[in-house]
T-cell receptor, first 118, second 113 residues
Framework: ETGVTQSPTHLIKTRGQQVTLRCSSQ?????VSWYQQALGQGPQFIFQ???????GRGNFPPRFSGLQFPNYSSELNVNALELDDSALYLC?????????????????FGSGTRLTVV | DQQVKQNSPSLSVQEGRISILNCDYT??????FLWYKKYPAEGPTFLIS?????DKNEDGRFTVFLNKSAKHLSLHIVPSQPGDSAVYFC????????????FGQGTRLTINP
């Protein structure tokens, strides 16, 4: 059983640029959620994709967008990067929409992509 | 608006003793709570959860206590081991099938030999 893989692991971008982060979900999982973890903070929910549709969104502006592909992998796109977008971006996969999949809530997190905006 | 708060950024405990990590929440709609553990350069991993219909859940060395009236939960680790050194996040959701988890800021636990 493969876990959640994210790429790239680290990325440096300039303010105003656009970035795409990628996530391969765990085998058997059909739901992907994205979280932003700023330094010294806990992860914050960006959005979730289930069956290729957005299935819930947190308090993030429209310049944060995503996609889910038929193989359940996902992309997070951020346009017009700002300095405050510097953070660790975590992808979590699960089964069945929502966060439920098993007794442990079903989330399997990847190791994240560290984005630095300069 | 920080709906889930972990007021202790760090905690240092001697090996073999009890570690107690605390978490407070403000949203009365939260009814499912989880603890995650995170090592550097790794994603958070699930540790233990509790539903609001219970006030205690135990799994080996880990026990979570929930005080609904105080909107407070705590994680007890007994006995603490060096491998327990990590950042611990408390998280909450409104409903077990909710899409999102709301996380606290985390507490860095260091277990000293």
């Amino acid at each position: 059983e493969t876990g959640v893989t994210q790429s790239p692991t680290h990325l440096i971008k300039t303010r105003g640029q656009q970035v795409t982060l990628r996530c391969s979900s765990q085998s058997g999982h059909n739901t992907v959620s994205w979280y932003q973890q700023a330094l010294g903070q806990g992860p914050q929910f960006i959005f979730q994709y289930y069956r290729e549709e957005e299935n819930g969104r947190g308090n993030f502006p429209p310049r944060f967008s995503g996609l889910q592909f038929p193989n359940y992998s996902s992309e997070l796109n951020v346009n017009a990067l700002e300095l405050d977008d510097s953070a660790l971006y975590l992808c979590a996969s699960s089964l069945g929409g929502g966060g439920q999949g098993s007794t442990n809530y079903g989330y399997t997190f990847g190791s994240g992509t560290r984005l630095t905006v300069v | 608006d920080q709906q889930v708060k972990q007021n202790s950024p760090s905690l240092s405990v001697q090996e073999g003793r009890i570690s107690i990590l605390n978490c407070d929440y403000t949203n009365s709609m939260f009814d499912y709570f989880l603890w995650y553990k995170k090592y550097p350069a790794e994603g958070p991993t699930f540790l233990i959860s509790i539903s609001s219909i219970k006030d205690k859940n135990e799994d080996g060395r880990f026990t979570v206590f929930l005080n609904k009236s105080a909107k407070h939960l705590s994680l007890h680790i007994v006995p603490s081991q060096p491998g327990d050194s990590a950042v611990y996040f408390c998280a909450a959701s409104a409903g077990r099938r909710a899409q999102k988890l709301v996380f606290g800021q985390g507490t860095r636990l260091t277990i000293n030999p």
